[in-house]
């Protein structure tokens, strides 16, 4: 029912008890206030259980998984690290949205709230258990999460607890509705619990049982038999960006919403498929074989032309090649299936993993041990593929087979299968639109083709003839490679644009391709100022 004044009214009608006065506001704020409730339960219940997703994470998660590969693709381009916490907040956002629809509904029936948030349940649930891995205890927290959502709106919709008799309420003289009065008081009250009751359950419960702190110190507690690397000398040029990418500001790409958070002591790698001999290791075995060092520089395949998805650094770790050779690949196969933790795979060519080349299972970067945002405690790295298809971080099965078998995550979204790192450089001095002093102005910045090496880049001025510039030392092919020169500028607004050769003598074509479905192709320019 609603009276006069748009306020609704349901309940009993027999006159002993008070009637039901809720204002629209009071009800969206009811159903908010259950919404967040049942977010904060879920959290804790999510933290106690020590499982590694929300049912809100589930939800984003599956929500990149049924994204169109190129949407998603074109999304990380755009949003770079903060296309996670911006698709969270999204999710959130929703959460109350509809949460206030839900509180708002009960005022047409009693079961239409319930309902609402039913429907959000089952979509949690849905989430939750199609994540890779999923057991059924993901769902516990998307069933203590609903009971809380349903109970709160009852306790925020519903009839005062004591109810006075009408004729013990006082006479207002103003004409004020007693009931009403005394029924926001009381919702106030319930509502400022509530929200109390959340927040404390939410803070408190995700404090208790956080896997990932764990998981850091033990991280904190290792103490590898590997060293930092030291940068060649000759690498570093002068005025560019650090030739070793420090772990802090290395790019981050994958599909995790929440950090897997690996224990180191349950960690295993699992080889197996078309192999003689199936093999299981733990982390202490795998650190029980040589260890390797190199630099390795890692590209993303949604690095467009001039981007940063690229970085280099120390990598140690146990050369999968010999891994491999100990399981002993059976003819046929010319693949690996890599799957991670949190069920992410791609599918690398065989012969990348096992030729002459430093394909490693790494444990540390730049001579830590590997951060948890980088695959902590083991990740692929493999030179001269881009990460889609080679770099698994927290990988735990290795699955040889072919690739006329497999399915791979980025594949089933249009990427090619094969993911070869394309040739490319970039200009990092001077920044686009920045202004220098006309005369020589000093250019520089990065080339990379790795495991196959670059041999000349080249820059021009407004289109001018193509001058060589200088590069820097490099250890191996794998590795990028710094470049500088100078260029005469007059005062103006200019052009430059740049140019790699790689060792096989392939030298970058202008052609502008797009990053789907194998790399992007043309060449990086910059429009400065000097004067
Ligand atoms: N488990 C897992 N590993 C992954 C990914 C992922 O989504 N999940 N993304 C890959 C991609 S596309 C790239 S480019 C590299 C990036 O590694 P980085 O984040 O350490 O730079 O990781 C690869 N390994
Ligand atoms: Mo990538």
Redesign the pocket.
């Known amino acids: 029912m609603r009276d006069d004044r748009g306020v609704t009214t349901t309940g009993t009608t027999t006159g002993t008890s008070s009637p039901r006065v809720r204002s629209r506001p009071e009800l969206a704020l009811a159903g908010v206030l259950a919404g967040t409730a049942g977010l904060a339960v879920s959290l804790a219940v999510t933290s106690l259980l020590r499982l590694r997703l929300t049912p809100a994470n589930a939800v984003a998660e599956a929500v990149i998984e049924l994204t169109p590969g190129k949407v998603a693709l074109e999304l990380v381009h755009l949003l770079g690290r903060w296309d996670k916490p911006l698709l969270l907040a999204g999710v959130l956002v929703g959460l109350v949205v509809l949460s206030a629809a839900a509180g708002l509904l009960t005022a047409r029936s009693r079961w239409l709230g319930p309902g609402l948030f039913l429907a959000m349940a089952v979509i949690a649930a849905a989430a939750a258990l199609t994540r890779p891995g999923a057991a059924p205890a993901d769902v516990v927290p998307v069933v203590a999460g609903f009971v809380t959502w349903v109970g709160v709106l009852s306790f925020l919709t519903g009839p005062p607890q004591i109810s006075a008799p009408r004729d013990r309420v006082p006479f207002r003289p103003d004409g004020a509705e007693p009931d009403g009065t005394r029924g926001r008081r009381e919702f106030l009250l319930r509502a400022g619990a509530v929200a109390v009751g959340s927040l404390v359950v939410g803070i408190g419960g995700s404090l208790l049982g956080r896997k990932r702190r764990e998981v850091e110190a033990a991280r904190a507690r290792l103490d590898l038999p590997v060293s930092r690397g030291a940068v060649p000398s000759g690498a570093q040029l002068d005025g560019l960006d650090p030739w070793r990418v420090p772990n802090g500001e290395?790019?981050?790409?994958?599909?995790?919403v929440v950090v897997p958070a690996v224990d180191v002591d349950a960690w295993r790698l699992r080889i197996h498929g078309m192999v003689e001999r199936e093999l299981t290791v733990s982390f202490q075995e795998l650190l029980d074989r040589q260890l390797t060092e190199a630099w390795v520089t890692?590209?993303?395949?949604?690095n467009p032309v001039g981007g940063d998805?690229v970085?280099n650094a120390w990598w140690s770790g146990v050369r999968v090649a010999d891994l491999l050779a100990e399981a002993r690949p059976l003819p046929g196969a010319d693949a690996v299936l890599q799957r991670?933790e949190?069920g992410?795979t791609?599918g690398t060519p065989l012969g990348a993993l096992t030729d002459d080349r430093d394909s490693l299972l790494a444990v540390a970067m730049n001579g830590a041990p590997l951060p948890l945002?980088?695959?902590f405690p083991v990740?692929m790295v493999v030179p001269g593929l881009?990460?889609?298809v080679s770099?698994?971080?927290?990988v735990v099965d290795l699955e040889v087979s072919r690739f006329d078998r497999i399915d791979a995550?980025?594949t089933q979204r249009g990427w090619a299968e094969q993911g070869p790192v394309r040739t490319q450089s970039r200009i990092d001095v001077p920044r686009g639109n920045h202004r220098v002093m006309a005369g020589e102005v000093r250019v520089g910045g990065v080339a990379w083709a790795q495991h196959t090496g670059i041999d000349k880049v080249e820059v021009r001025l407004d289109g001018g003839p193509w001058t060589e510039v200088e590069l820097g030392r490099v250890p191996s092919t794998d590795t990028w490679v710094q470049w500088a020169g100078t260029v005469e500028a007059e005062a103006g607004v200019h052009t430059l644009a740049v140019r790699a050769t790689d060792a096989s003598g392939y030298e970058q074509t202008a052609v502008e391709r797009d990053v789907v479905p194998d790399g992007a192709t043309g060449w990086h320019t910059v429009e400065f100022t000097a004067e």
């Open positions: 290395f790019y981050r790409i994958d599909t995790a890692l590209c993303c395949v949604s998805l970085g991670s949190d992410w791609c945002e980088h695959g990740r881009y990460g889609y770099a698994t971080k927290w995550f980025w």
